[in-house]
């Protein structure tokens, strides 16, 4: 048992490490900052350009993390490579079920889901699938800080569902994850500069 809890350990700081750019966060944020203006624009399927930043996934983690802190510790090229495709496929999934519950209500869960209080049902879809998006992230990546944004999601997602458009919702929600990502990706461009790591 020790053993297995010195792996699960050692699995956690590699991954502290391998995401500490902050470049998950500035993905997930500019995607939900397209989708919001999906929304806003009253779209009845999610844009093309909205998916642009998942497929720039794995070129940034290349130009910005794989550049200063090699691949060999991450367990190679194969390991990194399923690392990317793991974070872009759970961005995709939040996604198609944001875009098949808010944008369009394919399913027609609007009309499924009768509340006795007025508001938008929306926002009560919009702000649960990004808060399961997030804690699914601090759960198997795992990254701790996800429990932060899941818990912004849920309880934006609550608090909006009286006041606010569901676009409001989604725009707040990017900006409380992608700020912190800026943050974090200037801060470790600073502690790792290219130009001392050549030399």
Known sequence: MPEKNKLVLAREELMRIFHQDGIIEVITGAVLLNFGFDLLNKNRLTSLFTYIPIILLTSMKNQVTISRL???QFGGEKK????NLSV???LVVMLL????TVLDDMLGLRNMVALPFGGDIG????GTIMALAFLAAAYFIPLKRFYYYALVAFAAGLISFFFLPVQALVFFCAAAIL???IQLLV???RAYPLNQIKK
């Open 123 to 126: 926002n009560l879809f919009a």
């Open 179 to 181: 700020v912190p990502g």
């Open 70 to 72: 090699g691949i060999d």
């Open 80 to 83: 990194v490579r399923f690392l």
């Open 88 to 90: 872009a496929a759970g």
């Open 187 to 189: 801060k470790f461009t």
């Open 97 to 100: 079920l944001l875009s098949t």
